[in-house]
């Protein structure tokens, strides 16, 4: 308890002890950006002095030190020295999230070599040139004209995928075809096994729809196959989800036993796989999908916005006959018709040879640019020429810490609470594009920052 008493001591803030949890810090932090968020401290209200708050609170000083910092990093407080800490001004519900400055290097969202969009705009003025161009503009087949098909089919056998016309659907992108799968073939309290770091955007689509994400233990080469059959000894477990090429966002590659592995716990505990292999064109050539291994229950998804064009939004999916009705009904009801002009678009490049050409020149610029990353921060094992890195940061600093403060460096990243699933949630990790960067200098500015901020994180993030 306190040794002195505050009962009748003015204090502009007196959190309740009781509402916190360890780690206190980050508790406190969030208590008090929620008092500013809904308006009850008001822009520069002076908050207790650190001392004071720890005193009242019974915490060491190191904590209300590192709360406040962890604010005044989010822009909620400022400090003035020899006065004290201020609640900001401007803030609100609306304005919480912290938007990428405007001369930002931008190291957080995956922009995938936009250098290569002139070729995409090619074969889209040779399609607007056809006769029957207006056509593409009406509604029409709303699962894809046998052209598309056909080149859907092409793309998927190029990287490892074997499968019929009537076994595809051509989604608007690979977040429209998560959605039609879990609102296809999963129902609310489904529970579904992820890895401890995921996919953010299947989170958020999972939590909406009320299905229970169940993370899973892994290492450097993804989900372990003894810690998901242990799990599914212990829990329903309905499917499963797994990027396993270029995994977003550790980046892990899992080798082909690793998913030979996976695929017999699977089978042998009736696991529907959702196989989201965007990165499926970065993978080493003979690289065998789940697909493969068992293709009565996986859903591969292939989307084209990182391998070939990241505005276009086309995504093929292979699927299982027998949900073959459930996914067809699934996708018309989302879908009048698929955006027949991007699936033309994708099309001529497959039929052409220019989408090879594309992820050729993809992969040599990526190639270049983890080169870069080399200079400033020691290699990660593989041959994979990788979009983003998945960066370990020193004991004591977070990820929400840690992006915060590149943000305040002028370098976007992103920091692992972002993908934290279960334990995930313990590790301190920041993830960041190298393909994102307008060029190469600029990436090289942005890894000097990073490389300098790490070096000399504030001595009260560490304590």
């Known amino acids: 308890m306190p040794f002195n008493s505050f009962e009748d001591y003015p204090m502009s803030w007196r959190p309740k002890r009781e509402e916190l949890e360890k780690p206190y810090y980050l508790s406190l932090a969030g208590l008090l950006e929620q008092e500013i968020v809904e308006g009850r401290l008001q822009a520069h209200t002076k908050l207790p002095p650190q001392r004071e708050l720890a005193d009242f609170l019974d915490f060491n000083v190191s904590t209300i030190t590192r709360a406040y910092k962890l ?7 400022y400090a003035v020295t020899g ?20 001369r930002c290097i931008e190291m957080g969202m995956i922009k995938p070599f936009y250098e290569t969009n002139d070729m995409v705009l090619e074969a889209a003025r040779a399609i607007l040139k056809r006769g029957d161009a207006a056509g593409l503009l009406e509604y029409n087949n709303p699962l894809g004209t046998d052209r598309q098909l056909c080149a859907a089919v092409c793309w998927l056998q190029r990287h490892g995928v074997r499968v019929e016309k009537r076994g595809v659907l051509i989604a608007a992108g690979a977040q429209n075809a998560l959605s039609v799968i879990l609102l296809s073939l999963f129902q609310a309290g489904d529970k579904i096994a992820v890895d401890e770091f995921t996919y953010t955007n299947f989170k958020g689509l999972a939590n909406l729809l009320q299905i229970q994400l169940i993370a899973v233990r892994g290492d450097n080469y993804g989900m372990l196959p003894e810690a998901l059959e242990a799990l599914c000894k212990n829990t329903e477990i309905r499917g499963a989800y797994l990027m396993p090429t270029c995994s977003n966002p550790t980046g892990a590659f899992m080798p082909q036993d690793r998913r030979k592995e996976l695929a017999e716990v699977m089978m042998r505990f009736n696991l529907l796989l959702i196989e989201d292999d965007i990165y499926s064109f970065l993978a080493p050539q003979g690289t065998v999908s789940f697909f493969s291994f068992m293709p009565k229950q996986t859903l591969h998804i292939c989307s084209l916005s990182k391998s070939l064009c990241a505005g276009m939004r086309v995504a093929f999916v292979a699927f299982p006959e027998q949900y073959r009705d459930r996914l067809v009904s699934g996708m018309l009801h989302m879908n009048l018709k698929t955006v027949a002009l991007n699936a033309e678009i994708m099309a001529e490049l497959i039929e052409s040879g220019k989408a090879d050409e594309i992820v050729q020149k993809k992969i040599e610029l990526a190639v270049r640019r983890n080169q870069i990353y080399e200079k400033f921060f020691q290699k990660e094992e593989g041959n994979i020429a990788r979009f983003f890195h998945w960066m370990k940061l020193p004991s004591g600093l977070t990820g929400e810490e840690a992006e915060l403060l590149a943000l305040q460096n002028g370098v976007h990243v992103l920091g692992s609470h972002r993908f934290a699933q279960g334990g995930g949630e313990k590790a301190a990790f920041l993830r960041l594009s190298v393909v994102s960067p307008d060029t190469e200098a600029e990436l090289m500015r942005g890894l000097k920052v990073l490389r300098n901020m790490l070096q000399e994180v504030p001595v009260s993030l560490l304590v």
């Open 71 to 77: 604010c005044e990093l989010k822009g909620l407080l």
């Open 83 to 102: 006065r004290g800490t201020f609640v900001a001004s401007g803030i609100c519900a609306g304005d919480t999230f912290i938007e990428k400055k405007s």
